[in-house]
T-cell receptor
Framework: GENVEQHPSTLSVQEGDSAVIKCTYSDSASNYFPWYKQELGKRPQLIID?????GEKKDQRIAVTLNKTAKHFSLHITETQPEDSAVYFCAASKGSGGGADGLTFGKGTHLIIQP | DGGITQSPKYLFRKEGQNVTLSCEQNLNHDAMYWYRQDPGQGLRLIYYSQIVNDFQKGDIAEGYSVSREKKESFPLTVTSAQKNPTAFYLC??????????????FGEGSRLTVL
């Protein structure tokens, strides 16, 4: 089955700096790569996703890049703010994201924004 | 107000007892899922269901059981056979596998503690 590795497990950055979280996946058939953000005590929420037919996607201060050849994808957050502090999960799947081709999640990265 | 409702938020159980966690959604989603979240372990899939009266095992189904008698409801029973049941349990739903979006919508979770 799919295996998703996520690094680092904890990342501390100064407010205003950029943060990068990296994930690798094992199944070359995977074609959908979402990122979820979980604030302390709250439910995970989708913040951005990318499909294998594109290499990069941006949404304001966040972006995701995908390298299919190397089987890795990354989350980039620029101009970090205190509200970016959370646990971030990457995931991969072969389908649209659910069911038998379900998501396999990484173990999460605790992002800490230092004032 | 549409969404996913999990209950109870906190639950204490004695060893040897079965407990059932409730999950209800009014999003008219076809697919529903149960994940287990442990510190540093990410989200691991227990069971999922793509349609009423049908469900499949996920990666860590041993010691758990589910039912899907109604589209809106997907309860999870943690049985006495689950060796390490203390964890945070998240229920989620998605539109369907036929949809182009794979976004998972999560409930707020249920924290189970075995005494």
């Amino acid at each position: 089955g799919e295996n998703v590795e996520q690094h680092p497990s904890t990342l501390s950055v100064q407010e205003g700096d950029s943060a990068v979280i990296k994930c690798t996946y094992s199944d070359s058939a995977s074609n959908y790569f979402p990122w979820y953000k979980q604030e302390l005590g709250k439910r995970p929420q989708l913040i951005i996703d990318i499909r294998s037919n594109v290499g990069e996607k941006k949404d304001q201060r966040i972006a995701v890049t995908l390298n299919k050849t190397a089987k890795h994808f990354s989350l980039h957050i620029t101009e970090t703010q205190p509200e970016d502090s959370a646990v971030y999960f990457c995931a991969a799947s072969k389908g649209s994201g659910g069911g038998a081709d379900g998501l396999t999640f990484g173990k999460g990265t605790h992002l800490i924004i230092q004032p | 107000d549409g969404g996913i409702t999990q209950s109870p938020k906190y639950l204490f159980r004695k060893e040897g007892q079965n407990v059932t966690l409730s999950c209800e959604q009014n999003l008219n989603h076809d697919a529903m899922y149960w994940y287990r979240q442990d510190p540093g372990q990410g989200l691991r899939l227990i069971y999922y269901s793509q349609i009423v009266n049908d469900f499949q095992k996920g990666d860590i189904a041993e010691g758990y059981s589910v039912s899907r008698e109604k589209k809106e409801s997907f309860p999870l029973t943690v049985t006495s056979a689950q060796k390490n049941p203390t964890a945070f349990y998240l229920c989620a739903s998605s539109i369907s596998r036929r949809s182009n979006t794979g976004e998972l919508f999560f409930g707020e979770g249920s924290r189970l503690t075995v005494l």
